[in-house]
């Protein structure tokens, strides 16, 4: 079992920068692959960013390519989602998973947190 907290979601206004973090907790956390997920009210859950265990490797949707930033710390077991410049469209809750493998497929990840908040005022 991994077990995971996310923290950092607030509101912010247009145009301004959040950075959540992803604690993690159980099996030895570089083995995984972490990935943000976001999900709007009223929409499907969808892929944000991947980070590899060794964090030597990432990939981004294209909706927020240029804007995000996914980095991992090991020697903490965190992971991190920086997020500069953002729109009232990225308003939703963010969730970090786990995976044994580098994909953006939601059923691929295997434990999840339970979500932060972020809200993008116009």
């Known amino acids: 079992q991994v077990q995971l907290v996310e923290s950092g979601g607030g509101l912010v206004q247009a145009g301004g920068s959040l950075r959540l973090s992803c604690a993690a907790s159980?099996?030895?956390?570089?083995?995984?692959?972490m990935g943000w997920f976001r999900q709007a009210p009223g929409k499907e859950r969808e892929f944000v960013a991947i980070i590899s265990g060794s964090g030597d490797s990432t990939a981004y949707a294209d909706s927020v390519k240029g804007r995000v930033t996914i980095s991992r710390d090991n020697a903490k077991n965190t992971v991190y989602l920086q997020m500069n410049d953002l729109k009232p469209e990225d308003t939703a809750v963010y969730y970090c998973?786990?995976?044994?493998?580098?994909?953006?497929?939601?059923?691929?990840?295997?434990?999840w947190g339970q979500g932060t908040q972020v809200t993008v005022s116009s």
């Open positions: 159980g099996r030895t956390f570089s083995n995984y692959a």
């Open positions: 998973a786990a995976t044994n493998r580098i994909t953006g497929t939601r059923r691929e990840y295997d434990f």
